[in-house]
């Protein structure tokens, strides 16, 4: 017996000076390490990272930006089970202890000295991984795990546990990309907190423990099972019933990508305000919750992207049939598995889906579509697919389907108006459409080629392509200047300049049909696009001069050539440019800035940003920059220039840059341009309201409408990237202006007609439609012009035509 009391005396003696060592070792540890912790404080106000948001002027999804997906939560609005899923799988004893589990501490520890492993699980509350996630590195070490100890009892002393667990449920990472209980509800199942079952809520309890390989998508039997043991730990701990237990574990899990509900497409626009956001926010705007508010019209926005799509659809069927995108051998017993990997390497491009041909024969062809779905190809449908040899020639009609389609082939497919599927192939040709409104500059569509996914480059900002034709009115505006009117009367004759660049050492430039008017009106040279007049007209009022007249419209003097092929549009410029330069004219006169963003709010909602654009005011008097325009200035369309119009102090007026007499002038031409000239098929449209220009460039490569109306100022374009022909009789009226038609009756449905105002100053004077001159009583080729009141009342002081004189000027125009 008292070798058993000093058995227990000694035991008792190696106990204490265990837990005395034990204590001098954690004391010795806490003072050397405890220094460099941080304070748990911080917790108190940390921000999440949460991806920037870009929305529409009305409110819809263009875009989300960052490497996270997250939207913080409150911990009052986390459902009681979902928060129980995750204590039964974490920390049951999360809202007992404080800070640690001595008894999980204690089995990791047995397990390590058993096992010789630092790599051993468990132990870790909730409050020491939020440490984890907060504050320390992932790596595996003693000093580490002491960290998170001693940061634990920190933590818990400074915040709630309900703080505590909100915190880790907004950072813990679910694979994916996903980060945070709600940004996981809505990537695996598509819903809000409120929305999730009692399995959905144990299968994401369940995922943070192996966030990469044991969610449902990556390994869904794993994940399974993951779930599975959460439930089972819910029923041990009474957070459920067996009722609940059983319903949960025989329920299907129906996790699936769902990405964010993106609702409007508009990539080279939204690429545009992301560059622009990191400019104004730093490094900051992709990760600190900003929502954006664009100035982009979601149904504009789609109209465009349609029109775009359609019109470079039928270019493309108007060139005819350039072969498969693929084609691989198919063995003639080949099953599901082997067609679905023959379109493997294939994805939808701006709604073309790729199909694999099967059989082909003489009058129809079947494919199976990637998704599965069968369709079929008559030879009735294909009658456009003759084979392409270039831009200017096609091969012969196909006589049966078996000479377009063959057994094996990849290639495209697209559903009509009516639904049906078609044939089809992925544009050469690119295009780009973008419309701003000329009150303020606001851009409210923008497409910058055929599909973002083939293509980053944003045409309708990038691009430097050259306007042809469609650089005439901003000529017209600067002879305006220089006293010419719409009436002044120019020859449309052969004629030739010096040029030592070319062999000969002579420039003849020619109209687009060689043929010549010989004296013509300016009016009727823009309505008919007559080359050799804009020529004339640039030689007589100076390169020079012209060159610095067009800064006016915003273009760069790098842009604009030195020479007088600038009559002919030989500047470089892009859509956005061309817009803004017509928005002018449009306006009555001031040059807007194009933007894109209307706010910016925090993630609180506290607006940081908010554009205070220069407004267009075509009745003030001066352009003093400081003074609020009236209430005439207000925009049909645009909120921002409405707010204008109401006398907001925070608006300004644009500079000026056109007499508002000059900009009706270009205009009153333009809009003949619509009625009876190049641009005729935009009277479909069925309004009075709308002037533009169509544009060519030699060898046809590139095709130009620019339009607008006191609403909207838009320009299309379409060429190929590499500079090539778009082929014989592609001009702009038959290329472009279709896109630019079909977007604008849609853009302009519902906007009431909005006539031109003539401007003070503007005199309405008969002209012999021959001379230009005053025309005489009873002339009977007496027409109304329109003219400055100075040029007019200079007109009177000449003579009236003289018929005899006039009837030479007539046969000259019959000779021509």
Known sequence: ??????FLRWALYLGLAGVLLGGIALGTAYWLIAPRLPSAESLRDVRMQVPLRVKSADGRLIAMFGETKRTPVRIEDVPPQLREAFLAAEDADFYQHGGIDLGGIARAVWLTVTTGSKHVAGGSTITQQVARMFFLSPEVSYTRKLSEIFLAFRIENALSKDEILQLYLNKAFFGHRSYGVAAAAEFYYGKTLDQLTLAECAMLASIPKFPSTGNPLSRPQRALERRGYVLGRMLDNRFIDRADYDRAMAAADLAQPHEPPVEVDAPYFAELVRREAIDRLGNEAL???????TTLDASMQEAANRAVRDGLLAYDRRHGWRGAEGHVDLPADAGDEALDAALADYRPIAGLVPALVLESGAKEATLRLADGQGASVELASIGWARRFIDSDRRGAAPAKVADVLKRGDIVRMARDAEGDWQLAQIPAAESALVAIEPADGAIRSMVGGFSFQRSKFNRSTQAARQPGSGFKPFLYSAAFERGFTPASVLNDAPVQFPDPSRPDGMWAPKNDDGSFQGPIRLREALVKSVNLVSVRLLDAIGVRYAREYMTRFGFGLDQVPENLSMALGTASVSPLAMARGYAVFANGGYLVDPYLIASIDDRDGTTVYRATPGIACASCA????????????????????????????????APRALDPRNAYLVTSLMRDVVRRGTGSAAMSLKREDLAGKTG???????????????????????????????????????????????????????????????????????????????????????ILEVMKSEDATRLATQPPVDEDANHERREAYDVF
Not at 1 to 6: I, N, Q, S, T
Not at 287 to 293: K, S
Not at 721 to 727: A, I, N, P
Request: charged share 15%; proline share 9%.
């Open 1 to 6: 017996m008292p070798a058993f009391l000093r």
């Open 287 to 293: 990760t600190d919750g900003y929502v954006i508010t």
């Open 622 to 653: 001066a352009p003093d920059l400081g003074a609020p325009a009236p209430a005439t200035a207000a925009s049909p369309l645009n909120p921002i220039a409405s707010a204008h119009a109401a006398n907001d102090p925070a608006m300004h007026l």
């Open 696 to 782: 060519s460039t030699n060898d046809h490569r590139d095709a130009w409408f620019s339009g607008f109306n006191s609403a909207l100022a838009v320009s299309c374009w379409v060429g190929l990237d590499d500079f090539g022909s778009l082929g014989r009789g592609e001009f702009g009226a038959k290329a472009a202006l279709p896109i630019w038609i079909d977007f604008m009756r849609v853009a302009l449905d519902g906007v009431p007609e909005q006539p031109f105002d003539m401007p003070e100053g503007i005199a309405r004077v008969r002209v012999d439609r021959y001379s230009g001159l005053l025309a005489g009583a009873g002339d009977p080729n007496a």
